[in-house]
T-cell receptor
Framework: GQQVMQIPQYQHVQEGEDFTTYCNSS?????IQWYKQRPGGHPVFLIQ?????EVKKQKRLTFQFGEAKKNSSLHITATQTTDVGTYFC???????????FGKGTKLSVIP | DAGVIQSPRHEVTEMGQEVTLRCKPI?????LFWYRQTMMRGLELLIY????????DSGMPEDRFSAKMPNASFSTLKIQPSEPRDSAVYFC???????????????FGSGTRLTVV
């Protein structure tokens, strides 16, 4: 079955440093989504990427979808304490509504 | 909209007891998903429904787990009998069928934290 791998598992950064998490799928994806889960909370949708090579930005967050539609990344510029949480990627196959989630990257920001 | 509503928020039960988790999806969302989250295994899809019909239940761990969606506004996940290894956070999520056409993801409920002792 489809597997989605995400690295690193944990990342500790000083406030103001950049952060990147990477996602790789064992199969070609139709789309990839990113979610953020705050400690004790639930996953919250951030963005969806559907096109090969697509790049989207949300303020300090930059999302990329690979040319082969098998990998993706999330980059945060100049992290803030409000960025703390676990970031998940989730991929779906062609025509599918079923998302397979990566294990997530837990981000800690040291003030 | 109140979002996806799950109840109870917390459940502590003894091994062997029946547990029922409840979910009310967002009105108009025709897909409903049940996920389980643990530290070891992350977010696992248990089952999902489309227009109240179960589409894929291959993630349901064993016969002790069952899920129903009697109408568009209500779904249950039942564990009978419960075991300590079922302890986890159970999330319900919903999404409309326009998911693939617009920038719209799953909307998750706040989850039910289940502890089986």
């Amino acid at each position: 079955g489809q597997q989605v791998m995400q690295i690193p598992q944990y990342q500790h950064v000083q406030e103001g440093e950049d952060f990147t998490t990477y996602c790789n799928s064992s199969t070609t994806l139709s789309n990839i989504q990113w979610y953020k889960q705050r400690p004790g909370g639930h996953p919250v949708f951030l963005i969806q990427l559907v096109k090969s090579g697509e790049v989207k930005k949300q303020k300090r967050l930059t999302f990329q979808f690979g040319e082969a539609k098998k990998n993706s990344s999330l980059h945060i510029t100049a992290t803030q304490t409000t960025d703390v949480g676990t970031y998940f990627c989730a991929g779906a196959g062609a025509g599918s509504y079923q998302l397979t989630f990566g294990k997530g990257t837990k981000l800690s920001v040291i003030p | 909209d109140a979002g996806v509503i799950q109840s109870p928020r917390h459940e502590v039960t003894e091994m062997g007891q029946e547990v029922t988790l409840r979910c009310k999806p967002i009105s108009g969302h025709d897909y409903l998903f049940w996920y389980r989250q643990t530290m070891m295994r992350g977010l696992e899809l248990l089952i999902y429904f489309n227009n109240n019909v179960p589409i894929d239940d291959s993630g349901m761990p064993e016969d002790r787990f069952s899920a129903k969606m009697p109408n568009a506004s209500f779904s249950t996940l039942k564990i009978q009998p419960s075991e300590p290894r079922d302890s986890a956070v159970y999330f319900c999520a919903s999404t409309p069928s326009e998911l693939l056409l617009v920038n719209y993801g799953y909307t998750f409920g706040s989850g039910t934290r289940l502890t089986v002792v």
